[in-house]
């Protein structure tokens, strides 16, 4: 991989629907950020989108930006508050 020394290119786990998926998408972390900034958006390799339950929002070379569909709000969920996945018992 190489470095324009422009931007700093990083490696981000695909996040499409698929939960054995273990691409990885090169991105900078200014794009990662905007696709973040809505808890809606998520970053997928590319054609990793699944128009069931996605929207694609915009596409590159390297990457896709998709929106989830209603239906998958429980994916939206496990970002947004990580620690509902798991509660240690008190004792
Ligand atoms: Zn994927």
Redesign the pocket.
């Known amino acids: 991989m190489q470095s324009t020394g422009r931007w700093a290119a990083n490696a981000f786990f ?1 996040e ?1 629907s ?1 939960p054995r ?1 273990d ?1 990885t998408v090169t991105a900078t972390i200014q794009e990662y950020e905007s696709v973040r900034e809505r808890p809606t958006h998520f970053l ?2 590319a054609n ?1 989108e699944n128009p069931e339950v996605e929207c694609m929002i915009s596409e590159t070379e390297r990457f896709a930006v998709v929106e989830t569909l209603a239906g998958e709000a429980s994916k939206v969920a496990l970002r947004t508050d990580p620690r509902s996945l798991y509660e240690p018992e008190a004792n």
Do not use: G, S, T
Request: charged share 25%; with cysteine.
């Open positions: 695909c499409c698929d998926c691409r997928v390799a990793h």
